[in-house]
């Protein structure tokens, strides 16, 4: 057993800020991941892994989801920041079991995500009861009949909800809704809530299907990337080798974002001569320094010009055969934005008219275009407009379900999407819900349940008293965090599948489990043999995983393995279905998958196959849209963007370079000039200087909502920033207690996290 070095909670104290880069990754991008590895892991330890992770016979990343290239794959197919997460997964360091006696949950609770992450892999189930301060060690026999009585003792099934992380596999994610199910509730609230659901609502609604309409080689054949509220360079670096790829086969970049983030400007790729000794390769021909919550009026100024465009030169620029044929409402979109005023749209974006000119040029002159987004897109009040937007956009060019063009959301998180492919969403149609009927001989419950702020809101009534997660660290990653830790601390269990420490475990119910599992590099040996796994990425590929490691601990079960036997001990003989073989043989779990889960047929067959394969989409493949008209829908928005009061700022919350969603690597953000320190916010130097500020200087950063107190973070830096005039950035987890509980997108539901309202005021004390 090998126990960590991190004893002491580390400070701001030392913080050194200085300029940041202009360009990402080279050798520095190379130093950083060895480090991390070696440090983390060992030699032999790290080469095993390294060496197999995005291989065709290796284990899948746990970070991003960007996907494989399906053909020339390279020797060291992961970035920095995949290295980072392998090193913080496998690392040999383990919990003590003494360790449960020397920290109280409270102390837990006022340690940081870093030092809790840093004590390395858990091993053995915990169990803190009633009214107790300490977890202590328990069998897994005891684990699983407390939650099992806690569940059974509820009285109904929907006071219990479950929440997943991205990091559960397909089989693991089909079995955990099957279990679900089967008890009695559709309570599934997600990860993807917090992130994507704007995406997948905008997309469903628009094109049929929530989900890219590209694949990896189509980057290579597009003329025009555009890239918005993104930043490639942290959150999926192996994107940056797909844009170099492009840009070198000719395509032009715009990117719009609030931030000129370095992945956005130059990529100098480690993995070539040039990227090491070169200047690498230019990526933005075009930076859109954009205000916070102006994109979709962006849009609308853009498809205006395209339509002035088409009435110049009439049958010219608007793929009209395409039109006729595949989409509906181009009568509506053009009346809506017939009086599109312009002064309102450079107000809300802070571009001026050149600028959006540039752009609408760029589209024009481009014959096959892709636009790609992330968070900065779909965590705002009028997201699902915003992506509507987008699809109008492509739709008006006829840039879908053609090579090198289609619309590209990249999902943060390795599993996220394909947890969804299996059933994890608390409003899975009835088509589904039949099948599982079918196939599994019990009636599901059919009234949607709750998603991730709707579960808070139940718990602050008193109405969940039971809270599971399988994986993640709901607690940190959900918006208003003093409200949700409160809610949580409100029920009656909580319970938490993990690989390591996190927030989470300290803020419990009344009484908590935590639940040790093997990690995605770890060999999983079952009854039947060694299994495998299986995982989609972005653009619906889906393929197979096999841990390569021996597990850290020889009493780790596998989420399947736990998800069976609370299976087993909840419910009994209840409902028909074999839990304990599926435990045995994952490949039964994949049987029941091709028969329930469109495009999984055969499922499989398809999954041995070397490099797996790609689900199918109508958008893409055929241009069929699943939509209640059979067509693409071209859709008439209006936004409201917001507004900051005289003297407030509009606030985003962003993940640093040294971090993966709320894990927090190191305290370090190389790219925008931080060094030992988390707790700074960026703010525009000239919107420094009119509060009476100045770089370096303390300040409690308040967030207003209507008719409620405000939320403040204290003593935070001010870091003099080149962001857009009137916005400011802060790291995330620690700002999600500036993100009112309430304030969330129309439709998607999501938190609003890159609008917050804030006002900053010299520190207090």
Known sequence: MKRSKVVEDPTDEGIEVGEPKTWAAGLPGIVHAMDHALSGMGVRRSLALLST?????????????????SQHRAAAEFCENGAKAVAWEATPVTVPSDFWAQHPVSELAERSEYWLGQQGRLTEPVYKAPGQDHYAPVSWDEAFALAADALNA???PDQASFYTSGRASNEAAFLYQLFVRAYGTNNLPDCSNMCHESTSAAMAETVGVGKATVTYEDFGKADLIVIMGQNPGTNHPRMLTALEEAKRGGASIVAVNPLPEAGLMRFKNPQKPRGVVGRGTQLADQFLQIRLGG????????????????????????????LQTHTQGLDELRANLADLDEQAVL??????????????ERY????????????????????VSTIREIINLLLLRGHMGRPGAGACPIRGH????????????EQMPDSFIDALRDEFGFEPPREHGLDSVDTVRGMQRGDIRFFMALGGNFVSAISDTEAAKAALRGTAMTVQVSTKLNRSHAVTGDAALILPT?????????ASGEQFVTVEDTVCAVHASRGQVEPVGPGLLSEIAIISRLARATLGDRVPIDWQAFEADYSRIRHRISRVVPGCEDYERKVRTPGGFVLPHGARD???????TGKAMLTANTFSPPQAPPGRLLLQTVRAHDQFNTTIYSRNDRYRGVKGGREVVFVHADDLAERGLSDGDLVDVHSEWPGEPDRVLRGFRAVAYPTARGCAAAYYPEANVLVPLDSTATTSNTPVSKAVVVRLEPAAG
């Not at 291989?55 to 290239?69: E, H, L, R």
């Not at 994109?295 to 395409?322: N, T, Y």
């Not at 055929?622 to 209640?628: L, M, V, Y």
């Open 364 to 383: 024009l002159a481009a014959e096959r275009v892709i636009v790609t987004w992330a968070m900065g897109l779909t965590q705002h009040t009028d997201s």
């Open 347 to 360: 107000a809300a974006t802070g571009l001026t008219s050149e600028e959006i000119d540039r752009f609408a």
């Open 414 to 425: 390795s599993n996220v999407q394909g947890d969804r492919t299996m059933g994890i969403w």
């Open 53 to 69: 992770m995005n291989q065709k016979d290796g284990f899948d990343c746990m970070s991003c989801a960007w996907p494989d290239p």
């Open 518 to 526: 093997l990690g995605r590099t770890e060999i999983d040996r079952q």
């Open 622 to 628: 055929s241009r069929t849209f699943s939509t209640p």
């Open 154 to 156: 509820l009285d109904s």
């Open 295 to 322: 994109d979709g009026m962006l849009l609308q100024a853009v498809i205006k010009r395209v339509l002035e465009a088409e009435d110049a030169a009439p049958g010219s620029v608007l793929d009209h055969d395409f």
